[in-house]
Every structure is written in structure tokens, then in C-alpha cells.
């Protein structure tokens, strides 16, 4: 009360002035500390990657390579661990590294590595699955039947024929289709003695109780393909007990 309204709006724009000011001298120290916070966390997050890459090349690469060193004397063996480490290395370089239980590509991916560390071909060698996947879900107790299945197949693959041993995974919207296929000389499914439970119920009868498909095309000039085909989003079809009985 009792200022002239000019007086006031003189102060009100001295004490703008006054903030710009202040705010002009202390903008390129503020720009500055920004930046200095921001090299800094970049920094931190170099070295926890630097720290990590030296942790695993310690603890896979560098053991790999002095077991290789080991056993020079065993080619089989070093190609084994060889390929091993270089899948794992790949995998971890480049690869989106998934939750457990969230992407059946990764599940199927640890089911060919599973086989090719563990088993070998008719003459000892080792044995590598060229992989080929288009699409991924998750994985659902259908799915997981046909994982199963399809693990069999690449052992029967990588035991009893001959390479190269090829795998392709295609996931649609309603199907996931999987084929196995080497190049043996294949073998006649009808003269398999009924005890033989490996193709018939641990392949064809596993997929089969699940809702699936599954068929077998084997000849001397072609080799074996195993074709399964999987129904999906149903939310699981089947029972433990079908599980068991094909185990």
C-alpha cells in the first residue's frame, strides 16, 4: 500500500534482471557438473563391463584354453571343448542373454549344446548341429514335450548317422515345427523291434500324446529326417503320466 504501481513492476523486472544473472554466471558450471556426473557413471559402467569380460575370460576362456593345453595329446576332446567355449563366448558376446523359462529358442539352444558336449559320432568324433531358428515363445508343457522329443532325435542323429547333423525350429502363431535331419544311411522304422522304445515313444509316442504330429523319413540316399509339429497355446494338452510312460 502506498507504492506507485511503475515502482513496483521496476522492482519486480531488477529482480528478474538479478535472477538471469545469476543464472547466466552459474549456467556453465551447472552445464559442467552435469557432464563430469555423467563421464563419471559412463566411467563406473566401462569398468563393471571391463570387470566382468576379464571375470568370465577368466573363469571359461583361460580354464578352457589350459585344459586344451592338457590334452593336446586327445583331438576329439579339444574339438569338443573347443567348440564348447566358442558357442559359450558367442552366446555371451552377442546373444540376448533370456530369463530361465521365457524363450524356448534359448532352451532349445541349450539342448543341442547338451548333445554335442555329451555325445559323439559312430567313430568317436565330435559332432556339431547346425542350428537354424525363426520366431520364439514361451515355453508351455506342449513345447517342453517337443524339446524333449527333439533332444532324442539329435542324439539317434549324432550316435547313428553321420554329418552333417542340421536342426530347424520354426515357431508360428499356432505351430512350432521342428526337423532333424543327418545324413547316415538311415534305417527301416518297421524292422525295429517293438523293445526298442527309442524312436517309437521317446520321439513319435511323446509328441503324439501331447496332441502333436511326428514322422520319420529315412533312406540310405537321403539319410533321416524327423519331422514333429506341435500345436501351441492350449495351455498344455497333456499329463505328467504321459511324461513318465515316455520317458
Do not use: C, K
Not at 567355449?85 to 523359462?101: F, I, M, S
Amino acid at each position: 500500500r502506498g507504492v506507485e504501481p511503475a515502482l513496483l513492476v521496476q522492482s519486480a523486472v531488477a529482480g528478474l534482471a538479478v535472477l538471469l544473472g545469476v543464472g547466466l554466471v552459474l549456467a556453465p558450471w551447472w552445464v559442467r557438473l552435469v557432464r563430469e556426473l555423467g563421464d563419471e557413471r559412463a566411467a563406473r559402467a566401462r569398468e563393471a563391463e571391463r570387470a566382468d569380460i576379464a571375470a568370465h575370460l577368466h573363469d571359461s576362456v583361460l580354464q578352457t584354453l589350459a585344459l586344451i593345453r592338457a590334452r593336446a595329446d586327445e583331438p576329439v576332446e579339444v574339438a569338443r571343448m573347443a567348440r564348447a567355449q566358442e558357442r559359450e563366448l558367442r552366446e555371451w558376446l552377442y546373444d540376448d542373454r533370456h530369463e530361465p523359462g521365457t524363450s524356448l529358442v534359448a532352451a532349445l539352444r541349450a539342448v543341442v549344446a547338451e548333445v554335442e558336449d555329451s555325445r559323439s559320432g559312430p567313430s568317436g568324433e565330435a559332432v556339431a548341429v547346425d542350428v537354424v531358428v525363426v520366431g520364439d515363445r514361451v515355453p508351455e508343457p506342449d513345447t517342453l514335450a517337443l524339446l524333449q522329443a527333439t533332444r532324442e532325435a539329435l542324439v539317434n542323429a549324432v550316435v547313428h548317422g553321420r554329418p552333417p547333423v542340421s536342426l530347424y525350429l520354426e515357431v508360428g502363431p499356432e505351430l512350432v515345427e521342428v526337423f532333424v535331419r543327418d545324413r547316415g544311411d538311415g534305417f527301416d522304422l518297421d524292422a525295429v523291434g517293438p523293445d526298442r522304445f527309442g524312436v517309437r515313444e521317446s520321439i513319435m509316442g511323446r509328441v503324439r500324446r501331447r496332441g502333436g504330429t511326428a514322422r520319420v523319413s529315412s533312406s540310405p540316399e537321403r539319410g533321416t529326417e524327423v519331422h514333429l509339429a506341435m500345436p501351441v497355446g492350449r495351455g498344455g494338452s497333456g499329463t505328467d503320466e504321459d511324461e513318465e510312460r515316455g520317458a
